[in-house]
């Protein structure tokens, strides 16, 4: 079943010309909120939770490590929300044109037909497109927008909503809080396993755009899902701003796997907020690629709430010039028995910046628990930079903990060898890249994985322009 | 033209730390000869050297191959003009599958990047992990990783038996073998010398002169070769020992 | 450890030391100060330090702390520091150590271990950084701490900051409790729990010293 998948940053560097029905203006205030709590015919408690949010976006900074400033977000003059006004078709066929165009082009449909068991396609604010396998469906597997999910299922996801990321846990789930739109609300019934991955691919085609997109995810116990999201908007002079929430919940013995491929042109500030918390037995894993962005601040996190839970975070991520990826992982031990898992890996090229942020946690009233974390990050040239911040708090005598980091150039004695078979020096210096993030990869479905090896050589032949090919005095 | 190796004068290294001074021997084609000498002679790093290896810089002396100046080319033009180094403890390449690694080196020798018969060149890859002894899992495990130094050195056949080059440069191919290995590479190796392939192998195990035979042997000591003859020396080495020449 | 390094000066430290200091040859300095301290060491080229630190207290309540920042703007710094931080009781102990590779053929390697008993708490944050542009490095940094009660807690932040490549850089950092295989096995041959921890305690210990010159 060969997909051709395509994340690549120029095949999505393209935006049509749209007319939006809705816009709610340039900038942030209370009447952008209740503009778009209006459109969606929210219910009170909702637009009350909007307002609330604003006001603690409005009083909220950030933390003094972020690399970042709040002003640099400049609001102002970025339009949050932008759509057609349309509910999410189900039919291809019935997507309005301009936008049928753009995802055609990117060969959603396509991949749909041949691969996922639902696909969500998100233009701007919107879902233009949703769709779920009927099995599925009858078996009550829910997957819908935030917006139907909140007024047409409150009584599945109401009691979740924003109790696994409050409001006022960072700036931008604030932010989020008040103008979200968009993302996907799942729900999977107690026992069901849905074999083919559900996906979802967001799309920015505005300019100075906000996208808020929160999703929601509860997997009922026993139940399995995989969840894959993908990310691509055209490369502006101005930047744009993509603040997303993502909440999960598994529920005892649920086993959940969310796979990310993020490449959003370098004029995008990406700044997600990812929980999960896991229950007796469950298993969560969060796989995430970052690639693209100008930057990312990102750090997926699981509560191990129940005895026996395990959390794990696989990260790959590439900084190229101008690019700051500051992503990392959260694990909190709060029950016994638990076990986490982090295996971060990056690559800087040029003067790309790659950091990574880890908390471990073990309670004090927990025991029998363990955690391993690495993290290996390659600079290619003399400006990359990478930084490491793990931080390890242990409250108890009965865990283990352990942690690890190596941070090195591309190993000359390697180089040498592969040259010594006549491989050239840039080919050479992909299969090293490649086998250093081979591990990590295979853990993405197997088109993901082609796709991915292939973006990553095309980032490193991209820097290698600017690199300086010359003799080095190695020792 | 001459085919073979030609050393003339070679010295390694510069300053405070010379690794090998003045060294000159020629290996024809389809000759195997021997360098060998005490640990610490050298032997190692005039390997390297003529390979191209960043930290072995050749401050004087000339290379040829079959007639070509190989000091003037990077290390994988002279890999492309068809030397072959296998070395004493190969790198691990975590990540990077043996076959894969063989597939590139393959596609890179092609004229212009025209593409190579991919299920032609894995045919020849099973086959010649028959005739070494070797499970067709080898193709997808990590090059050099996680291997006794048997296996690796068996890898680096594999290898030569897939680039085939003219002429192969062999860094203490016993160590770490036992007999049956070092049988099997010694088969290996007639198999090539018929074949018409120069060999250059280092050693400082005299024990390899009886099993190998060669055509000729050079002796290294201190970055200097004291003298070179037929297996006559053979003979005077296990009399004399190093010191005694 | 060679005998050349034996003969080097060996200093102890009293505590009422003016910092920043320059290191300018090879200097072994040992630090069992049971108060709190800042230290501050600058190094001229071909200088290499040897900074063994012993941290702990009789008090029962303190609260020790202990800053070392190290600058190795030369070329052919090197430096080793050996730490062992030791709380019981109430004790609260911290280590915050930067090491900074600022000039190229500068290596550095460093053993922490700490123990933690009673309610005690001890924090290392132990941060390596390498400027830019700096050549042939190496920083290498190994991070080890035992928990020898259910009220004891230990907080470990290693951090590293590159931004040359020349530069080869690894730390590691473990956090446990005794191993109940080895809990298991003293107390089979009749030994009680609490003095199975003792010898636990005093091997890892022990160990760490190990890799010290003559305490």
Redesign the interface.
Known sequence: MAVDIDFSSSSGDFSYATTYAHDAGCGLGEETVRYISKLKEEPEWLLQFRLRALKVFERMDLPKWAPLKKAQLDISKLHCYLSQGERPKTDWEDVPQEVKQTFDRLGIPEKERKFFAGVEAQFDSEMAYANLQESLRAQGVIFVNSTEGLLHYEKCFRPFFGTVIPVGDNLFSALNGAVFSGGSFIYVPEGVKVKQPLQAYFRINAERFGQFERTLIIIDKDAEVTYLEGCTAPKFDSDTLHAAVVEIVALPGAKMRYITVQNWSNNVYNLVTKRAIAHENAEMRWIDCNIGSKLTMKYPAVILEGEGASGSVLSISVARDGQRQDTGARMIHRASNTRSRIVAKSLSIGDGDSTYRGTIS?G?DVENCRSYSRCD?I???????????????????????????????I????L??????????S??LS??V??????LIREFPMEYGVELKRLIEMEMDAGAGRKREG????? | MFHGLLLQDISVGSGEKFFVRGVSLVVPAGELHILVGPNGAGKSSLLKALAGHPDYAVSAGEFFLDGENLLEMTPEERSRCGLFLAFQSPVPLPGVALGRMLQVARQERQPKGAPIDVRAFYGELCNAMESLGMERSWATRFVNDGISGGESKRCELLQILLLHPKYLLLDELDSGLDMDAVNLVAETLEKLRRAGTGILCVTHRQSLLQTLNPDRIHILREGRLLCSGGMELAEELHVRGFQGF | MSASEEDWPTEVLHGGEPMPRNIAKNQRIVDAVPRSLALHWTFSAGAKLKYVLDLRSQDREVQLHRKVICELNASDVSVQIYAILRGNNHQRISLDLHLHHGASHTHSVTYICTVAEDSSRIRTIAKISAAERIECCDAHLQNRNLLLSPAASVETTPILDIQSNDIRCSHGATVSGPRPDEIFYLRSRGISEVVARQIIRDAFIAQATGNQPND
């Open positions: 073990m004090r990050a600079l290619m040239d003399d400006k990359s930079i990478s930084r490491t911040f793990p931080h390890i708090d242990c409250r108890n005598d009965r865990c283990i903990v352990e942690h690890e980091a190596a941070v090195s150039k190993s000359s004695e390697q040498f060898y592969l040259r010594q078979r006549g491989i050239g020096e080919q050479a299969l090293i490649n086998g250093f993030f081979d591990e003799a080095r005095n190695v020792c």
